[in-house]
């Protein structure tokens, strides 16, 4: 959350001339619902099952750049189809995600105490971000520029 994932990925799919696809946005197009109102109405598990499933048509129909929400990989089922993949995590320190989210965030994961749910957040799935991760990235203090060509430097060199 707030790493930066749209905008670094946009800027690593122009640059391998391919599209971005965001999994969150799927769910969005194939419910008719924002994932605020999934998480409220149907509750987190609900929308983890549709997050799974667009991860899954995905992955097998897109050839370019996928942005997955931050909580995409909890689910044991995606970490599984993710598996084989360049996968890129984009680390973001309290501090910076809290500035780039704002405290007045509408995010149903953050009700409440914005910074603490963020750290807590974090503390959370760092480990889960780490086992899936083929190549982590530092953000903290970087221009999306910069985090995408460290991206594509580290893509090419394992190409």
Known sequence: MGAGKTTV????????????RDTDQDVEALTGRTI??????????????????AVAEALATHDGVLSLGGGAVL?????DLLAGHDVVFLRVGLSDAV???G???SRPLLLGNVRGRIKALLDERTPIYESVATLSVETDGRTAE?????????L???A
């Open 9 to 20: 990925g946009g800027l690593v799919a122009d640059a391998l001339g391919r599209r971005l």
């Open 36 to 53: 605020s109102e999934i998480f409220v109405d149907d509750g987190e598990a609900a929308f983890r099952a549709l997050e799974r499933a």
């Open 75 to 79: 689910d044991p089922g995606t970490r």
């Open 99 to 101: 500035k780039r989210v």
């Open 103 to 105: 405290l007045g965030s």
């Open 146 to 154: 910069d985090v995408a060509t460290e991206i594509l430097t580290a």
């Open 156 to 158: 090419a060199a394992t």
